[in-house]
């Protein structure tokens, strides 16, 4: 009984002996705002872009290659004899704020784009379930070489497109990503058969299947294409489709992809899509890139 | 009966008011980590560390968000966090043990060694890690740096990048208490 007593009368100084100093860290650690971070691993999903921007004074090195179409055969190597390519930059001025030039060989295209992360998906203090990232481009198309090899009243600045996208993602988990993109394509001058308006809604995804390894998906589907049936083989339009995986080692991020898109462009991809992917219209395709720290974060 | 009951009691309020405590808590805590790669070094930084000291009896604590190290290369630390330490199922790293060694009354600079929990990427592991503790005026600066092997908390660096990546790291810790 006596034993029990002393127990009982020394057992504050018993708990007290056992300090839980980290438990009073936890519990006094303030709530932060957690962004959510790499709901991508790149700036591209596919052909398109993802909601991830460059960090600030981080430059991006891209090199988009398309080759042509696996069903060309053996004479075309399956597709390999082909190259579409485009060579882009992309550097962050702020953590949330890109730009991004290119050039791609379809169409000879020059293109520039404006990329900005208006919300973030965060958790914590303040909770928000979405990244949502605007972006503005130009593209402008070098060929053909003589404004008279089109028209008459043929001019230059029927040769710019405009394309405006909002990219709205959500990380569901760290390894299922999901990203909305509706999009409209201005193009200054355009078939008769075509809109100057085309506007479109994207749908892309993720599915990390190791950590460096991910497998991706992205489709576009374009509410103002035209009537394939009124039109002759080589005007068809076709919405664009791309499986792909992501490898990724360090600074390289390695995209593979099949997709039925050559452009790199919004204008190419989304209105000018030749090909039909599950017609078998196939192209093998990668994009690369090298990302190199420019400005020293302190 | 009734006296040795009260003289229990009374033992027993000595053993507590004698436990007393002389609490410090960190002011400008930094840890640093190092690792000498063959392509490039990493480095990173975090300055939002929370700890407490407990000079009498010397237990000590810290504890800090994965995710607040700072890299100067960005997307290094999104790899850091999103591949190695995997922060969003890992978020916390920290430390629970006692130092030994330590006689805050004697003052001035004194070796001595830290024996506890270290948590990383989910595992905890017991260590023994050295260090310094100088006491100036009311303040306490505690220096340690030790070797982390990655391998011991389930870090698993990727072959391809492996010739980028140390097998082990080293953690500095620099700490300045200030009485609570």
Redesign the interface.
């Known amino acids: 009984m006596k034993k029990i007593l002393l127990l009982f009368l020394l057992s504050p100084c018993v708990v007290m002996a056992q300090n839980d100093l980290l438990g009073e860290l936890e519990k006094s650690s303030e709530k932060e705002t957690e962004y959510t971070f790499a709901t991508f691993k790149g700036t591209r999903l596919g052909n398109g872009h993802t909601v991830e921007t460059k960090n600030a004074g981080s430059l991006e090195f891209i090199f988009g290659h398309r080759f042509g179409a696996i069903n060309g055969g053996v004479y075309e190597m399956f597709g390999l004899d082909q190259a579409y390519v485009r060579l882009g930059l992309d550097y962050g001025i702020t953590d949330r704020l890109s730009v991004s030039i290119g050039r791609n060989s379809t169409d000879k295209t020059m293109d520039g784009y404006l990329k900005y992360k208006l919300l973030r998906q965060q958790s914590g203090v303040k909770n928000f379930p979405l990244t949502v990232t605007a972006l503005g481009g130009l593209a402008y198309k070098l060929s053909p070489k003589n404004n008279s090899d089109v028209s008459a009243d043929f001019e230059n600045i029927d040769r710019l497109s405009y394309t405006g996208q909002l990219l709205i993602a959500r990380k569901f988990t760290p390894n299922f990503s999901l990203q909305l993109m509706p999009t409209i394509v201005h193009k200054n001058i355009v078939e008769s058969y075509e809109e100057n308006n085309q506007v479109a809604l994207g749908l892309g995804g993720r599915i990390k299947v190791t950590r460096s390894l991910a497998l991706t998906s992205e489709y576009y589907f374009n509410f103002n294409a035209p009537d394939n049936d009124l039109l002759l083989e080589d005007q068809r339009q076709y919405d664009s489709f791309t499986l792909g995986i992501d490898i990724e080692t360090g600074g390289h991020v390695f995209q593979l992809l099949l997709t039925n898109a050559i452009g790199l462009t919004e204008r190419a991809f989304i209105t000018e899509t030749r090909d039909d992917f599950f017609g078998g219209d196939i192209h093998l395709g990668f994009n690369v890139t090298r990302t190199f720290q420019l400005k020293k974060n302190k | 009966m009734k006296l040795?009951?009260f003289i229990?009691?009374f033992a027993?309020g000595i053993?507590?008011t004698g436990?007393a405590?002389q609490r410090f808590f960190a002011e400008k805590p930094v840890i640093t980590f190092f690792s000498d790669g063959v392509?490039e070094d990493i480095s990173a930084r975090n300055e939002k560390v929370?700890?407490?000291f407990?000079a009498i009896?010397g237990?000590?604590?810290?504890?800090m968000?994965v995710?607040d190290f700072?890299?100067?290369?960005?997307?290094m630390q999104?790899?850091f966090?999103?591949?190695y330490m995997?922060s969003?199922?890992f978020?916390?790293a920290?430390f629970?043990g006692k130092i030994s060694g330590f006689n805050y009354t004697a003052g001035g600079k004194q070796q001595v060694k830290a024996t506890g929990k270290l948590t990383i990427h989910g595992v905890t592991k017991t260590v023994e890690i050295p260090g310094t503790i100088e006491v100036t005026g009311s303040t306490l600066s505690m220096q340690s740096k030790f070797v982390i092997r990655l391998e011991d908390y389930n870090i698993?660096v990727?072959q391809?990048?492996w010739q980028?990546i140390a097998q082990q790291v080293e953690v500095s810790l620099n700490f300045l208490y200030r009485p609570l």
Do not use: G, M, R, W
């Open positions: 040795k009951t229990l009691i027993a053993v507590c436990h405590q392509v929370t700890s407490i407990d009896n237990e000590i604590a810290y504890l968000s995710k700072q890299f100067s290369n960005k997307l999104v790899h966090n999103e591949k995997e969003e199922k978020p916390k920290s629970q698993k990727p391809i990048v980028n």
